[in-house]
């Protein structure tokens, strides 16, 4: 291998990983935001029913 194909390579790593880092954090706020509305929605219900039964 010469200087221009591990010039190639580390490129091409660097890359991958940016894509890599940038999908995860964009599934982490996804699932972030997600389990964020489920608790809301629990909380939602609990509020419903106490309203329900007076």
């Not at 995860?24 to 809301?40: A, G, K, M, Q, S």
């Amino acid at each position: 291998m010469d200087s221009f194909d591990i010039m190639m390579l580390s490129i091409i790593l660097i890359v991958a990983y940016l894509l890599l880092r940038g999908f995860w954090n964009w599934y982490y706020r996804i699932n972030r935001r997600v389990e964020l509305l489920e608790d809301i929605k629990l909380q939602l219900e609990l509020l419903n029913e106490k309203l329900r039964d007076k």
